[in-house]
């Protein structure tokens, strides 16, 4: 569109011209003396025109040669712009290569070109500088020069303060709550994190560094709520959370020193981590080290209840457990038979009943049966179990009880082979 105006402006200027100039016979004399010059006016408009062309391009000339020293001076500016950012991306390049004293060296380049530019601004320069100052402190922490490293860090906060540099120093805060972590100093990197933002604590790389301080403090509750909370923004997949989960329930448990104190972690957990076939198995395993005698269970309030639960969780899954499992809690339920009810007799004959190839169903009603002195019945099962077991452990208990049986009824040989191959085991 604006071509098609263009070239009407253009035949309109040419008829006007046309019409001016086609049919004048106006003349224009110059008298000086003692000369006379007669000219058409044509001629002399052309004339005119002519010279203030000549007078235009001879000032622009003049313009663009005086502004030739502040065209070099811009020329100059803009290299050393371009050379420093060059450098940086260098810089970045070199160490994700692994690259680590020339990504310094090429950082500490950008920073000398970037002091050399003095006062002029140009967009990106902040910027530029504070990634060639974090990518120096990078390079210098995976060197293990923490001189250097603090000294660009310390830099890079004391950089000029822009419209992002909240978000700068937020930024650099975390990546020195990683360095300390890294280096497993808690207190330094608490000290980091602790300065963070309240909106930043927030964002997921934050959550991931607390995670990784309590687990350096063992501050297991925290960790326990922190991991709940990665879960809860699918900061980690649903098993990754699960594994997470389960061994620093475990850990949690372990650091208690009484029952009074494990009973507690246990009733801190939630819904979903009490109904763990191994984090109860774990926790009945710590009540074994930190309860000094069996009175413990009666002496304090809901250790009755919590330990039937925790027998029948286990129990109650007992299939879908893996080998490992199955063979902790086979022994786990052989060391409480002497307290259980006579209820847990029958559940555990309807087990082996209901998979009577089971190895380790038969080994436990064996025991069972043993407790509770019916011979004929432990010795047949025990017998069977005994010719199945692949575990070392389960199978020379298996033995020690078919010895003790043997001797019972007074026979001496099968006994002494008894005790041979459980001591072969």
């Known amino acids: 569109m604006k071509g098609v105006f263009g070239f009407l402006g253009l035949a309109a200027a040419a008829i006007a011209l046309a019409l001016l100039v086609g049919s004048n016979d106006a003349n224009l004399t110059l008298f000086w003396q003692p000369y006379r010059i007669d000219l058409s006016f044509n001629l002399a ?13 001879a000032l622009r000339a003049l313009a663009l040669l005086r502004s030739l020293p502040q065209q070099a001076q811009r020329w100059r500016v803009l290299q050393l712009e371009r ?66 490293r603090d000294r660009a860090l310390a830099a890079a906060l ?33 000290h980091w994190l602790a300065d963070l933002p309240q909106g930043v604590a927030r964002r ?44 620093l329930v475990q850990d949690t448990l372990r650091a208690a020193r009484d029952p009074a104190a494990l009973l507690q972690a246990w009733r801190a957990l939630g819904p979903a981590e009490r109904a763990m076939p191994e984090l109860a198995l774990a926790a009945l395993e710590q009540w074994d080290r930190v309860s000094a005698d069996g009175d413990a269970v009666d002496a304090l309030p809901g250790a009755r209840h919590w330990l039937e639960e925790s027998l029948q969780l286990g129990w109650g899954r007992y299939a879908s457990l893996d080998a ?32 009577p190839a089971d190895a380790g169903l038969q080994y436990l009603a064996g025991q069972a049966y043993l407790q509770r002195q019916l011979w004929g019945k432990a010795a047949t099962l025990l017998a069977q179990a005994s010719a199945q077991l692949t575990d070392p452990e389960l199978a020379r208990r298996c033995w020690r009880s078919l010895a003790r049986l043997a001797e019972q009824r007074g026979d001496a040989d099968a006994a002494q082979a008894a005790w041979k191959k459980a001591a072969l085991l």
């Not at 022994?331 to 087990?351: C, V």
């Open 45 to 57: 408009l052309f004339g005119l025109l002519l010279l203030f062309l000549l007078l235009h391009a």
């Open 158 to 190: 004391a950089g000029p303060t822009v419209s992002w540099g909240s978000e700068a120093r937020a930024g650099l805060s975390l990546r020195a709550a990683a360095w300390a972590l890294e280096q497993q100093d808690a207190t330094t990197a608490a």
């Open 204 to 247: 997921i790389h934050a959550l991931r560094l607390r995670l990784r301080l309590a687990r350096l403090q063992q501050d297991h509750p925290a960790a326990i709520e922190l991991v709940r909370l990665l879960a809860k923004h699918r900061a980690y997949s649903a098993q990754a959370s699960a594994s997470l989960l389960r061994g």
């Open 324 to 355: 490992d499992l199955q063979r902790r809690w086979l022994l786990r339920l052989e060391a409480e038979l002497p307290r259980l009810g006579s209820d847990w007799l029958a559940q555990i004959e309807q087990a082996q009943q209901r998979q």
């Open 83 to 148: 050379t420093a950012l060059t450098s940086v991306l260098d810089a970045l390049a070199q160490h994700y290569a692994g690259r680590y004293v020339r990504a310094q060296s090429a950082a500490r380049l950008a920073l000398a070109q970037l002091e050399q530019l003095g006062d002029h601004h140009f967009p990106g320069r902040e910027q530029a500088q504070l990634l060639a100052q974090l990518l120096q402190a990078e390079s210098a922490h995976e060197l293990g020069n923490t001189e250097e």
